[in-house]
């Protein structure tokens, strides 16, 4: 019981790095308007989910969507006062940047093309998952061979989306 007080102890005090501190604000031009980008077609829209259902989901599905989707599992200890209410406020946290519950286009704060460029970063930086996370799931990292499978997804799809 002394040694998960202190990892909860200490996950708690590194929320903070949970996030690269990507800014979320709207953007604007040199003359104060909003930067709107283009809106993808249903049809790009789609051709990008069905390439994300066949190889990326099932990837998201054992590394990311416990956070950022629909969480059927949780852990034994979320039952312990405190955990619970941490675990909720990290799990809301995630889908606020980016909620993949309802595949792709995923909701959040940006476009598909800034969701897409979203990940490439988080997945060329090691951003994903928090420190506070791999403590107590090891195996959540993303393996050589995720990250090029999900590379190789976003390169297809940002190449979909300029395809206009």
């Not at 102890?9 to 980008?37: N, P, R, W, Y």
């Not at 829209?45 to 099932?58: A, R, W």
């Not at 107590?136 to 940002?158: F, Q, R, T, Y």
């Amino acid at each position: 019981m002394f040694k998960l007080i202190v990892i909860l102890t200490f996950t708690c005090s590194l929320q903070v790095f949970s996030h690269s501190g990507e800014d979320h604000e709207v953007k604007l031009d040199a003359d104060g308007f909003e930067i709107v980008s283009f809106e993808p077609s249903a049809e790009q829209l789609g051709q990008i989910n069905e390439l994300y259902l066949k190889d990326v989901k099932p990837i998201f599905s054992k590394k990311c969507l416990s956070c950022h989707g629909v969480n059927n599992s949780l852990p034994w200890y979320y039952v312990l006062p405190g955990v619970k209410q941490l675990i909720n406020s990290d799990m809301d946290e995630a889908k606020e940047h980016m909620d993949m519950s309802d595949d792709f286009p995923f909701a959040g704060h940006g476009t598909a093309e800034d969701d897409l460029k979203a990940l490439r970063k988080t997945v060329r930086d090691d951003d994903m998952p928090p420190i506070q996370y791999l403590l107590l799931h090891w195996d959540s990292d993303l393996e050589l061979s995720d990250k090029k499978i999900i590379n190789g997804w976003i390169d297809k799809s940002l190449n979909i989306l300029k395809s206009k």
